[in-house]
């Protein structure tokens, strides 16, 4: 009697717990902060005085312009490809949504991220310009840049700045 009593006191015990169990579980789900890779740069329309060289004086930003991000995996295969275009001002925001590390280190995105201008709106200033190695790809920076929310985290990483060139301009520097 001792025994089927103490069982069926057991039972009752896990059929009350388990639910609490579980709700404790999703209330630690829903508390967890969601962390972004966000990368940022500016975009610009070099000046034709300074063309073959990566100085920005002069330079106006270009709104909408089309910047590419792309991540390779420690494997070189592409693991993040997307296309972000410049806000008004010409500045980048481009959140990283699914962005995935494979192996921690190696696909870090200081090591495995480039930025490249990819289209510009403006037909007087569409040729690409390698500043910053734009042509290539701009790797990312650290500059200590962390946006935080109760349940939010953005780890923002810097490229470029990036450029485009006028059609019209000839090379007059070494």
């Known amino acids: ?19 609490y169990t579980k709700a404790s579980e999703n209330v630690t789900h829903a508390i967890e902060k969601k962390l972004e890779v966000v990368v940022e740069a500016k975009v610009y329309c070099q000046n034709c005085e300074h063309f ?29 490809y997307k296309v972000y275009e410049t806000d008004k001002s010409g500045y980048l925001y481009a959140p990283l ?8 280190i190696l696909d870090h995105p200081l090591h495995s991220c480039y930025v490249k201008p ?21 790797k990312l920076r ?18 470029g700045p990036l450029a485009f060139r006028p059609s019209g301009c000839t090379q007059t520097h070494t």
Not at 5 to 17: E, G, H, K, Q
Not at 97 to 104: A, K, M, S, V
Not at 146 to 156: H, K, M, N, Q
């Open 1 to 19: 009697m001792a025994i089927r009593n103490f069982s069926i006191l057991s039972l009752l015990l896990l059929i009350v717990a388990f639910p």
């Open 52 to 80: 073959g060289t990566w100085s920005l004086t002069g330079a106006k930003p270009i709104p909408s312009a089309k910047v590419s991000v792309t991540c390779k995996n420690h494997k070189g295969q592409v693991s993040f």
């Open 97 to 104: 949504e699914g962005f995935r590390l494979q192996h921690y």
């Open 118 to 138: 990819v289209w510009s709106p403006l037909e007087s200033c569409s040729l690409l310009s390698n500043v910053n190695y734009g042509l290539n790809g701009a």
């Open 142 to 159: 650290y500059e200590d840049k962390v946006l935080r929310g109760s349940r939010y985290e953005a780890v923002i990483y810097a490229a």
